[in-house]
């Protein structure tokens, strides 16, 4: 028996029906009815929204990304790569998830790992 592919999940369809909300709200009714001030308020929550999809998107494209030279303590010590973990990260536009490898000494307790961010 043969293995089936993986279906392949494209980043950017969320993001692409959030755009797709956007503009269905603008050519509705609803839309045509309620004050300027009134839509610039929804069109910026939803243009927020749309904007944080497209982050996400763009994560989840680059991760778990890997380290451009070796990781080192500050002795100098080369650190292993850990697996890969997933944390939330606050950016201008709402929270979207990050998935980083960490890295440790052999053997170290899984509190000494560091993201490769902020090591030599």
Do not use: W
């Not at 592919?5 to 609803?30: H, K, M, N």
């Amino acid at each position: 028996m043969s293995a089936l592919p993986c279906p392949v999940v494209d980043p950017f369809a969320a993001p692409g029906q959030a755009y797709a909300t956007i503009t269905s709200f603008l050519r509705s009714e609803e839309a045509q009815r309620v004050k300027h001030s009134e839509l610039e308020r929804q069109l910026e929550v939803m243009g927020r929204e749309l904007m944080r999809k497209l982050l996400q998107a763009h994560l989840d494209l680059r991760e778990p990304g890997k380290a451009a030279e070796p990781v080192r303590d500050a002795a100098g010590t080369i650190l292993a790569p850990t697996p890969a973990h997933t944390r939330n990260l606050e950016s201008i536009f709402g929270t979207v998830e990050v998935t980083r490898t960490g890295y440790g000494a052999e053997g170290a307790a899984p509190s000494g790992n560091r993201s490769g961010q902020g090591c030599i």
